[in-house]
Nanobody
Framework: QVQLVESGGGLVQAGGSLRLSCAAS????????MAWYRQAPGKQRELVAA???????NYADSVKGRFTISRDNAKNTVYLQMNTLKPDDTAVYYC???????????WGQGTQVTVSS
C-alpha cells in the first residue's frame, strides 16, 4: 500500500500562482506514473498533468504553458506549479500514482484550489 498526502492548495486571485505537493509514503521501485487530476463541482474528474518515473510529461490542453509538473524521486514527491491561474482552475486537485506493471492506482485525499476573479 502507498499513501499519498497532498499539500499547497488554497485561495488565490486570478493571475496568481500556487504550488501543490504530493508525497508518497514510501519509495516506488517499479515503473510508475504520477499525476494530478482535478474535479470541479458538477464535473467529472479530469487529468491535469502526468509525469513518468523517467520524466516524460503530458498536460491537458487547458493548462499547457501555465502549469508545470515535476517530481523528485529521491523524496517520493510530485509537484504541480500553477501559474496564471484562472477561475476555471477552481477544483479539488487529486494526486494519483499508477504502477505501470500491476495497474494499481492510488489516490490522495485531495486539496482545494479556489481562484477568485
Amino acid at each position: 500500500q502507498v499513501q499519498l498526502v497532498e499539500s499547497g492548495g488554497g485561495l488565490v486571485q486570478a493571475g496568481g500562482s500556487l504550488r501543490l505537493s504530493c508525497a508518497a509514503s514510501r519509495s516506488i521501485s517499479s515503473a510508475n506514473v504520477m499525476a494530478w487530476y482535478r474535479q470541479a463541482p458538477g464535473k467529472q474528474r479530469e487529468l491535469v498533468a502526468a509525469i513518468s518515473d523517467g520524466g516524460t510529461t503530458n498536460y491537458a490542453d487547458s493548462v499547457k504553458g501555465r502549469f508545470t509538473i515535476s517530481r523528485d524521486n529521491a523524496k517520493n514527491t510530485v509537484y504541480l506549479q500553477m501559474n496564471t491561474l484562472k477561475p476555471d482552475d477552481t477544483a479539488v486537485y487529486y494526486c494519483n500514482l499508477r504502477l505501470v506493471v500491476s495497474g494499481s492506482n492510488y489516490w490522495g485525499q485531495g486539496t482545494q484550489v479556489t481562484v477568485s476573479s
